[in-house]
């Protein structure tokens, strides 16, 4: 069954440093989001991408982070200079479309430990 | 502020026994998850939701729509330990697109 993948499974970090999370959706889906899941929290959403565009984000998502499509298969969140709060598990996911009933597919997710 | 409350927040049962884990949600929305996430591991989708009275089962689990009250339930049926898992609901506000809100887990323990 095709899934969503995530690299590295686990990135620590120095805070102030640049971290690149990678994830590879769906090959056929054609929109992309990223979720973030502070320990014993709820699961948030930051961005949703298609298009080669941001679709929405929300106001977690602030000018340290961003997101890249490089090539046709990898799907990049860019933090480009961390915080300890920004420790947290990020969990990539994709949808084949947004309409009513798509399912998000999540990938295994990234744990960012920011020291 | 949108708001997607579930209760209990954690949950202990028996194997063999039942139990209702409710959703509540601040929202018009026209769809609603249902999640499942094991310690340490993604998030598997179990039951869309996508009309009022929807009902849909699988297994020992069945999940329920009723968004005039902007409730969901999701019913356990003789647990069993396999079961053990956090669950999370998720609506997506009709003027939204497609950005998911999650409610706060239930973590739920079935105990042999």
């Known amino acids: 069954e095709p899934e969503v993948t995530q690299t590295p499974s686990h990135q620590v970090t120095q805070m102030g440093q640049e971290v690149i999370l990678r994830c590879v959706p769906i090959s056929n889906h054609l929109y992309f989001y990223w979720y973030r899941q502070i320990l014993g929290q709820k699961v948030e959403f930051l961005v949703s991408?298609?298009?080669?565009?941001?679709?929405?984000k929300s106001e977690i998502f602030d000018d340290q982070f961003s997101v890249e499509r490089p090539d046709g298969s990898n799907f990049t969140l860019k933090i480009r200079s961390t915080k300890l709060e920004d420790s947290a598990m990020y969990f990539c996911?994709?949808?084949?479309?947004?309409?009513?009933?798509?399912?998000?597919?999540f990938g295994s997710g990234t744990q960012l430990s920011v020291l | 502020e949108l708001k997607v409350e579930q209760n209990p927040l954690f949950l202990s049962m028996q194997e063999g026994k039942n139990y209702t884990i409710y959703c509540n949600y601040s929202t018009t929305s026209d769809r609603l998850y249902w999640y499942r996430q094991d310690p340490g591991k993604s998030l598997e989708s179990l039951f869309v939701l996508l009309s009022n009275g929807a009902v849909k089962q699988e297994g020992r689990l069945m999940a329920s729509l009723d968004t005039k009250a902007r409730l969901s339930t999701l019913h356990i049926t003789a647990a069993v330990h396999d079961l053990s898992a956090t669950y999370f609901c998720?609506?997506?506000?009709?003027?939204?697109?497609?950005?998911?809100?999650f409610g706060t887990g239930t973590s739920l323990t079935v105990i042999p």
């Open positions: 991408f298609y298009n080669n565009e941001i679709s929405e």
């Open positions: 998720a609506v997506v506000p009709i003027s939204a697109g497609n950005q998911f809100y």
């Open positions: 996911a994709s949808s084949e479309g947004r309409g009513v009933g798509e399912k998000l597919f």
